[in-house]
């Protein structure tokens, strides 16, 4: 991967030059960088009465933002590391009582799949796909890492499925959705807004 060539550059491939200029504003952090790219949002968060018991450990363990809200403003970092390829999230929620805040890192494993690793040590596999406007990440499963290699662990029974998607709307502005779905109790949590890139 060339010192000047975004992360993101090499999971689209062929698509990169495709994507509309927004994408390339959201996906620019290059490796081995201190590239930082500021994005501002209003999230809504929903989490389903069924996973409201575990919501504490959930916030314990930062695997999710833990707490629902609607008209929520969010501030995310994209950060680059000057000694690794990692994608870096930091996202600050703004909810009436305090900013809480959610930390994950994203792993390039192979040209095909991403995987999203949270403050707990799960991670979520997921393929980029970008068409007609939109970067779609399709479940690829989760995993922990063993001796410093990814594993994949058959929990979709308990934890559901996820799926997520991002829709450019012009050159400064991108909707995103994400949810979890369980196959037997539906939707048990997801988030959604609008984003702004300078």
């Not at 290059?30 to 009465?49: C, E, F, L």
């Not at 707490?67 to 600050?92: A, M, P, Q, T």
């Not at 393929?127 to 929990?155: A, C, T």
Request: aromatic share 16%; with cysteine.
């Amino acid at each position: 991967m060339g010192a000047n060539q975004p992360i993101f550059e090499k999971v689209f491939g062929d698509d990169w030059d495709k994507m509309p200029i927004i994408f390339k504003k959201h996906y620019q952090n290059r490796p081995y960088s201190n590239d930082i790219t500021n994005t501002k949002g209003v999230m809504n968060i929903y989490i389903a009465p069924i996973l409201q018991p575990i919501a504490p450990f959930l916030a314990l363990t930062q695997t999710l933002i833990a707490k629902k809200g609607d008209n929520i403003d969010v501030l995310v970092k994209f950060k680059s590391g000057e000694n690794d390829e990692y994608f870096r999230f930091e996202r600050e929620f703004a909810f009436p009582d305090k900013t809480r805040r959610f930390y994950s890192t994203m792993e390039r494993v192979d040209d095909k799949m991403i995987i999203e690793w949270t403050k707990s040590g799960i991670g979520w596999g997921c393929e980029f796909k970008y068409k007609d406007n939109q970067v779609s990440l399709l479940h690829r499963g989760y995993f922990i890492k063993l001796f410093g290699k990814p594993i994949r662990i058959p929990i979709e029974l308990i934890a559901g499925r996820g799926f997520a998607y991002e829709r450019a709307i012009d050159d400064n502005n991108f909707e995103m959705y994400m949810e979890i779905k369980h196959f037997l109790f539906g939707k048990t949590y997801s988030y959604s807004g609008t984003f702004y890139i300078e």
